[in-house]
């Protein structure tokens, strides 16, 4: 963690000689710039009260980013975030179950060879459907994360990307990708599923809205610690109709090798949501999600309800009630809700 | 004195809806080494697509705070999106790595920051003459 910082620090001191300045200003939901660099995060504040289990109070998560745009070839970027960080849980004293987790999520340089070509070199979110990409509190639709979106597939890919995205091109937006080894300081085994190899993976995405869009993904990983390798297949899209808007991510993963601990060759999972924009600022929104995972015989299944209520563009309330069967994964059944501020 | 029907009805519609008598300059810092911009160019660089100005050096977006009406006025004719949607979809940027417009909240601070940041492009209200700045376009 040192050598990062280390790393980090000096890219941005090197920068900040090529890079014009000016008085630093701040605004909500697009934090503090000055000169070339900005500095924002966002802070999500969960209450968790699962039927069977303790209600708790937890800052899940407090998470700051840093960019900075110098010349075609040095834009880096870094985002370290600290997770579960209980604050109250039932029968306990406030803090004193506290074991929060920094997390370094994203540590990368980007490298424009025009605008449609962009190198991406270092530690990033898988594009596997999107909301891995746009996982951050504030800017998605529930509480509780589908597992469809991280259970299957790294969330990681440390290595390089190649990204095109030509504006008015026939051509989708391409994203490929390749991990030579592991998973620069990855996250603690107890927050993963499972830690990953070798990845190579394509995501192409083709825009049909501002927000809208339809991607396909093709993956192949190694899992670590197994003689198990994985090629995923995924589908994503997201539709706006008036106040309505619809979404979903799928994906397909077939199994080699061998690992004693799974119970199928496959593994694939499901998610819809819909949401209503009942105002400007309160929107009502219905999820389902179906997991087929590998390690049970049983399959998943989730349901939610929830709400949302907007008061700032940065600044978002939910709540939401979740019903779950069958296998128990990551998704419990339970009330959920949430404070969220991108700062 | 009797006034003409067509001009209480044109008075009546500009004070219904003030936002569309204002016509707007999109101004950029006199380093920039373009002359004109379409309103196809100008969403580009708005919806952060295009992020270099043709000449080279980064182009550093601003945009009026949400009330304004100047932004309504902007975002209705250039950019074509409803505000939620651009929120969520700058929100979303953002945190992809690419900063979102610089909000900057009056006429004279938007000028300010177009005159002392190189490669910046703004907006200011169209019935003042801009000085030491680059006129980009008219719009609507």
């Given at each position: 963690?040192?050598?990062?910082?280390?790393?980090?620090?000096?890219?941005?001191?090197?920068?900040?000689?090529?890079?014009?300045?000016?008085?630093?200003?701040?605004?909500?939901?697009?934090?503090?710039?000055?000169?070339?660099?900005?500095?924002?995060?966002?802070?999500?504040?969960?209450?968790?009260?699962?039927?069977?289990?303790?209600?708790?109070?937890?800052?899940?998560?407090?998470?700051?980013?840093?960019?900075?745009?110098?010349?075609?070839?040095?834009?880096?970027?870094?985002?370290?975030?600290?997770?579960?960080?209980?604050?109250?849980?039932?029968?306990?004293?406030?803090?004193?179950?506290?074991?929060?987790?920094?997390?370094?999520?994203?540590?990368?340089?980007?490298?424009?060879?025009?605008?449609?070509?962009?190198?991406?070199?270092?530690?990033?979110?898988t594009?596997v459907?999107?909301?891995?990409?746009?996982?951050?509190?504030?800017?998605?639709?529930?509480?509780?994360?589908?597992?469809?979106?991280?259970?299957?597939y790294p969330?990681?890919?440390?290595?390089?990307?190649?990204?095109?995205?030509?504006?008015?091109?026939?051509?989708?937006?391409?994203?490929?990708?390749?991990?030579?080894?592991?998973?620069?300081?990855?996250?603690?085994?107890?927050?993963?599923?499972?830690?990953?190899?070798?990845v190579t993976g394509v995501?192409?995405?083709?825009?049909?809205?501002?927000?809208?869009?339809?991607?396909?993904s093709l993956q192949h990983a190694?899992?670590?610690?197994?003689?198990?390798?994985q090629t995923l297949?995924g589908?994503?899209?997201?539709?706006?109709?008036?106040?309505?808007?619809?979404?979903?991510?799928?994906?397909?993963?077939?199994?080699?090798?061998?690992?004693?601990?799974?119970?199928?060759?496959?593994?694939?999972?499901?998610?819809?949501?819909?949401?209503?924009?009942?105002?400007?600022?309160?929107?009502?929104?219905?999820?389902?999600?179906?997991?087929?995972?590998?390690?049970?015989?049983?399959?998943?299944?989730?349901?939610?309800?929830?709400?949302?209520?907007?008061?700032?563009?940065?600044?978002?309330?939910?709540?939401?009630?979740?019903?779950?069967?069958?296998?128990?994964?990551?998704?419990?059944?339970?009330?959920?809700?949430?404070?969220?501020?991108?700062? | 004195?009797?006034?003409?029907?067509?001009?209480?009805?044109?008075?009546?519609?500009?004070?219904?809806?003030?936002?569309?008598?204002?016509?707007?300059?999109?101004?950029?810092?006199?380093?920039?080494?373009?002359?004109?911009?379409?309103?196809?160019?100008?969403?580009?660089?708005?919806?952060?697509?295009?992020?270099?100005?043709?000449?080279?050096?980064?182009?550093?977006?601003?945009?009026?705070?949400?009330?304004?009406?100047?932004?309504?006025?902007?975002?209705?004719?250039?950019?074509?999106?409803?505000?939620?949607?651009?929120?969520?979809?700058?929100?979303?940027?953002?945190?992809?790595?690419?900063?979102?417009?610089?909000?900057?909240?009056?006429?004279?601070?938007?000028?300010?920051?177009?005159?002392?940041?190189?490669?910046?492009?703004?907006?200011?209200?169209?019935?003042?003459?801009?000085?030491?700045?680059?006129?980009?376009?008219?719009?609507?």
């Amino acid at each position: 963690m040192q050598l990062s910082n280390m790393w980090v620090v000096g890219i941005f001191l090197a920068a900040s000689v090529v890079s014009p300045s000016w008085a630093g200003e701040y605004h909500l939901g697009q934090g503090y710039t000055v000169g070339n660099v900005n500095i924002a995060g966002y802070v999500n504040l969960v209450v968790e009260a699962p039927t069977s289990g303790k209600t708790e109070l937890m800052a899940d998560d407090l998470s700051l980013f840093v960019s900075g745009r110098f010349t075609p070839y040095l834009n880096p970027f870094v985002e370290v975030e600290i997770s579960n960080a209980s604050i109250w849980r039932e029968g306990g004293s406030p803090f004193s179950d506290s074991k929060p987790i920094p997390v370094l999520e994203r540590l990368y340089n980007d490298s424009y060879f025009n605008s449609d070509l962009m190198l991406r070199i270092g530690k990033m979110l898988t594009p596997v459907g999107e909301w891995n990409t746009i996982h951050a509190a504030p800017l998605v639709w529930t509480v509780t994360r589908p597992m469809t979106t991280k259970r299957g597939y790294p969330e990681y890919t440390s290595g390089v990307m190649l990204n095109y995205a030509a504006e008015n091109s026939r051509l989708p937006e391409i994203q490929l990708y390749w991990q030579p080894d592991g998973e620069i300081i990855p996250k603690p085994k107890s927050r993963t599923t499972r830690e990953y190899l070798h990845v190579t993976g394509v995501h192409l995405n083709r825009p049909t809205g501002l927000n809208d869009k339809v991607g396909v993904s093709l993956q192949h990983a190694d899992v670590n610690h197994t003689d198990e390798s994985q090629t995923l297949l995924g589908f994503n899209a997201r539709k706006t109709l008036g106040k309505f808007q619809f979404e979903t991510e799928a994906f397909y993963t077939h199994l080699d090798g061998q690992n004693p601990a799974r119970v199928r060759d496959n593994e694939w999972a499901v998610y819809v949501l819909g949401g209503y924009a009942i105002n400007d600022k309160l929107s009502v929104m219905a999820r389902y999600e179906h997991f087929a995972d590998r390690g049970t015989t049983k399959r998943s299944r989730n349901a939610l309800l929830g709400l949302s209520w907007r008061p700032d563009p940065a600044i978002v309330w939910k709540a939401e009630y979740i019903k779950q069967e069958g296998a128990r994964l990551d998704v419990s059944s339970g009330i959920f809700a949430s404070f969220s501020v991108l700062f | 004195m009797r006034v003409p029907i067509y001009l209480l009805l044109a008075l009546v519609a500009m004070w219904g809806n003030p936002a569309r008598a204002e016509e707007l300059l999109v101004i950029a810092n006199s380093g920039v080494e373009v002359s004109s911009l379409s309103l196809e160019e100008l969403a580009a660089i708005y919806l952060l697509k295009v992020t270099t100005w043709q000449g080279g050096g980064n182009i550093v977006p601003v945009n009026r705070e949400a009330s304004s009406g100047a932004r309504t006025v902007f975002s209705d004719a250039v950019l074509r999106q409803p505000p939620n949607a651009l929120n969520a979809y700058w929100n979303q940027m953002h945190f992809k790595g690419r900063v979102p417009p610089l909000v900057q909240e009056s006429d004279q601070a938007v000028l300010a920051f177009v005159q002392k940041v190189p490669g910046a492009i703004g907006y200011v209200n169209a019935s003042h003459a801009p000085q030491n700045v680059k006129v980009l376009a008219r719009v609507p």
